[in-house]
C-alpha cells in the first residue's frame, strides 16, 4: 500500500498500438515444439501432430474481478495466466500456449503495463507456455484482461465432467478455502487505510492466505503425480467458483449423486485461525470460497489403495446414484443438500 509518490510516468500514446505491442512482448520467447509461428503475423500457427488440443478462454475486469488498491499489477498479470492455464489442467492435459489481451484506460501510463507484462512473462516461464498473440486496445475506464489458453493431450487422457460414476470416490488436492480468506483480510486492511492513509498493514499472520489470493498456483503437477500413481480420473473440474458449486457441476454433468464429508475438508491451520479471528464459519468458507486453482477430481473405488495416505490428494467424499442428491454430511452425521452458493452465501 505504500506507493512512490513521484513514478516515471510515459503515455501509451507515445507508442502507439504496434510500438506498444513490440514493447511489451520482445522478451517472450518460444519453447513449444507446437509454435511454428507466433506473434508478429496476422494470426499465430500451431502444429500439435497427433495430439488433442484444448482451448479455455477467462475474462478479468477490474473492480468485478479485482482490486488494483491492493492487488500489484505483476501479481495481476501472473493471476490471469494462472487462471487459465488451471483449466487446460483440469482437462488432464498440458498448457502450451496463451493469447493475452489487454483493455486499458489513459490512467494507465506505460509503465503500469511494463509492470503487468512482467507478472505474464513470469507466469508463461513457469508455466512453460508461449505467448502467441492478443490485442491491445483502449478502454474507457478500468482494464479488463482477457486470456485464452490452449493446451494439447492424447486422446486417452483427455477428462471431462461428465464421466464420474456412482461408485467413485471424490479427490481434492492441496487445501481449500484459502484464497477467499487472503481477500478478507485485503479488503480489511483497505478499509483501514481508506480511513487512516498512514496506517503500515502488519500482515505477517496472514502470508499464506494472502499468497493464495494474489500469486494462487495452476497444479500442472496433478496430471504427472497421477500418472506416475496409474490413475486415470474418472472426470475433473478445477475450483475457480467454490467447492460446492464445482461439485454440483461434477454431478449434473456426470448424472450421479454426492456425499461430502465435512471433517475430511483439507483445511490450512492459517486458515481456521483466521476464521475465527473473523468469526467465520470455516466449513462454510471452504465450500463456498473460489480461486484456489486446486483440482476437484473422482476416481474409480478400486484405486483407492494407490491414492490413500498420499499427501497431495485428499478423498473427501464419494459419488452415489443420482437419486440420492448432493448432500455435505456434517461432524455431527446429519446430511445437508448443498447449494452452489458460492461467495455470497459467506458474505450474508
Not at 166 to 172: E, G, K
Not at 298 to 327: R, Y
Request: glycine share 6%; with cysteine; hydrophobic share 40%.
Amino acid at each position: 500500500m505504500i506507493e512512490d509518490k513521484n513514478p516515471q510516468r510515459t503515455s501509451i500514446s507515445q507508442l502507439g498500438e504496434f510500438g506498444l505491442i513490440d514493447h511489451l512482448t520482445k522478451n517472450f520467447a518460444i519453447t513449444q515444439a507446437s509454435t511454428l509461428k507466433g506473434i508478429g503475423d496476422d494470426a499465430a500457427v500451431l502444429d500439435f501432430k497427433d495430439k488433442k488440443v484444448v482451448v479455455s478462454t477467462d475474462m478479468l475486469v477490474e473492480g468485478v474481478h479485482f482490486d488494483l488498491a491492493y492487488m500489484p499489477l505483476k501479481h495481476l498479470g501472473y493471476k490471469a495466466v494462472v487462471a487459465n492455464v488451471s483449466d487446460i489442467c483440469a482437462m488432464n492435459a498440458k498448457a502450451t500456449q496463451i493469447t493475452v489481451s489487454i483493455a486499458v484506460s489513459n490512467r494507465f501510463p506505460l509503465e503500469a503495463l511494463e509492470e503487468l507484462f512482467e507478472g505474464i512473462t513470469l507466469a508463461a516461464n513457469e508455466y512453460k507456455v508461449d505467448v502467441i498473440g492478443g490485442d491491445t486496445t483502449s478502454s474507457q475506464k478500468g482494464m479488463i484482461i482477457s486470456i485464452t489458453a490452449i493446451g494439447e493431450a492424447d486422446e486417452a487422457e483427455l477428462t471431462y465432467r461428465n464421466g464420474a460414476k456412482s461408485t467413485d470416490l471424490l479427490i481434492v488436492t492441496g487445501d481449500i478455502g484459502a484464497a477467499y480468506m487472503g481477500l478478507q483480510v485485503l479488503e480489511r486492511e483497505k478499509q483501514v487505510f481508506l480511513v487512516n492513509p498512514n496506517s503500515q498493514p502488519d500482515l505477517d499472520a496472514y502470508t499464506y492466505l494472502i499468497e493464495r489470493q494474489l500469486k494462487p498456483e495452476a497444479r500442472k503437477d496433478v496430471r504427472t503425480l497421477l500418472h506416475a500413481l496409474e490413475i486415470k480420473p474418472t472426470s475433473m473440474i478445477d475450483i475457480s467458483d467454490g467447492l460446492s458449486s464445482e461439485i454440483i457441476h461434477l454431478c449434473k454433468q456426470s448424472k450421479v449423486g454426492c456425499n461430502l464429508y465435512e471433517d475430511k475438508l483439507p483445511l490450512d491451520p492459517q486458515f481456521i485461525n483466521v476464521c475465527e479471528e473473523f468469526d467465520i464459519d470455516s466449513t462454510t468458507v471452504a465450500i463456498n470460497g473460489g480461486e484456489d486453482y486446486e483440482l476437484l477430481f473422482t476416481i474409480a473405488m478400486e484405486d483407492f489403495d494407490k491414492i490413500k495416505g498420499n499427501p497431495n490428494f485428499s478423498i473427501i467424499g464419494h459419488m452415489t446414484q443420482e437419486s440420492e442428491g448432493i448432500h455435505l454430511v456434517t461432524r455431527a452425521n446429519t446430511k445437508i443438500p448443498l447449494k452452489a452458493r458460492g461467495w455470497n452465501a459467506i458474505a450474508e
